[in-house]
């Protein structure tokens, strides 16, 4: 069973649309979620980082974390063609080693 | 503030013959990370240091892959020999002790052909 599970891509959306990304994880003890962005050809920049229940806004984007169905979502609000990228889920048990789910390409179509 | 830097950015080697990776982490940074990014997949962790010590290589296939770093700054990364499933991105990401934010440098892609 794989630790980090994200919903199967690819995600097209319409410029100015919400995209909706998905995530669930197996291991219960984990405490620290964090949300990736990577550019084709490049490298992940950490954009959203959650550790309690609840929703957390920064900007355009929201992360979404429930502890107890293990799953934790990322909202991007008016999708921009920028946002075209393969969003990765990771997760921590707090020992600061992350691990990454497979990622959900999104495409915004202009 | 410089990033982090890893060379080369794209090797091609042949199977059975050995490669080396380099990174410098961001000054400052006392852990240091390798991942393995395999095509269409997450990073995963490979091995992770804490100044010059490793702090976990358990995922690390330690019959051909070596890590170490020297001084607790700069790293190494080699395999030796390479299989054909070793084509990927490897990522080195640095931190501050005991924080979560990673950064990545730019990676090496390895083709084995």
């Known amino acids: 069973q794989k630790e980090v599970e994200q919903n199967s891509g690819p995600l097209s959306v319409p410029e100015g649309a919400i995209a909706s990304l998905n995530c669930t994880y197996s291991?219960?003890?984990?405490?620290?979620f964090f949300w990736y962005r990577q550019y084709s050809g490049k490298s992940p920049e950490l954009i959203m980082s959650?550790?309690?229940?609840g929703d957390k806004e920064d900007g355009r984007f929201t992360a979404q974390l429930n502890k107890a169905s293990q799953y934790v979502s990322l909202l991007i609000r008016d999708s921009q063609p920028s946002d075209s990228a393969t969003y990765l889920c990771?997760?921590?048990?707090?020992?600061?080693?992350?691990?990454f789910g497979a990622g959900t390409t999104v495409t915004v179509r202009a | 503030e410089a990033g982090v830097a890893q060379s080369p950015r794209y090797k091609i080697i042949e199977k059975r013959q050995s490669v080396a990776f380099w990174c410098n982490p961001i000054?400052?940074?006392?852990?240091l990370y390798w991942y393995q990014q395999i095509l269409g997949q997450g990073p995963k962790l490979l091995i992770q240091?804490?100044?010059?010590?490793?702090?976990?290589d358990s995922q690390l296939p330690k019959d051909r892959f070596s890590a170490e770093r020297l001084k607790g700054v700069d790293s190494t990364l080699k395999i030796q020999p390479a299989k054909l499933e070793d084509s990927a991105v490897y990522l080195c990401?640095?931190?501050?002790?005991?924080?979560?934010?990673?950064?990545f440098g730019p990676g090496t892609r390895l083709t084995v052909t």
């Open positions: 990401a640095s931190s501050l002790r005991n924080t979560y934010e990673q950064y």
């Open positions: 291991d219960r003890v984990s405490q620290s």
């Open positions: 959650i550790y309690s229940n």
């Open positions: 990771a997760v921590s048990p707090n020992d600061y080693k992350l691990s």
């Open positions: 000054s400052g940074h006392a852990t």
């Open positions: 240091f804490q100044n010059n010590g490793v702090v976990d």
